[in-house]
């Protein structure tokens, strides 16, 4: 896993593991933040389009990331 082996060949069926790089998990949670923002501000504009400028605002709640 640290690449200090001699290659390996591969037999049919062998598995693979490939580790995500450490930057994984901050790029899905900036992924989830961007479509939250965007979400929320196309739902507030809709309401505000369709004439239903009275306050009414929308937020989304920010789930778990998978």
Do not use: C, H, Q, W
């Given at each position: 896993?640290?690449?200090?082996?001699?290659?390996?060949?591969?037999?049919?069926?062998?598995?693979?593991?490939?580790?995500?790089?450490?930057?994984?998990?901050?790029?899905?949670?900036?992924?989830?933040?961007?479509?939250?923002?965007?979400?929320?501000?196309?739902?507030?504009?809709?309401?505000r389009?369709?004439?239903?400028?009275?306050?009414?605002?929308?937020s989304?709640p920010?789930?778990?990331?998978?």
């Amino acid at each position: 896993m640290k690449g200090r082996s001699p290659d390996v060949r591969l037999e049919p069926g062998d598995i693979v593991y490939v580790p995500n790089s450490p930057y994984t998990n901050l790029k899905r949670y900036i992924n989830m933040a961007v479509a939250t923002f965007v979400s929320t501000v196309a739902a507030n504009e809709g309401i505000r389009a369709a004439g239903g400028n009275i306050g009414i605002n929308v937020s989304v709640p920010v789930g778990t990331a998978r």
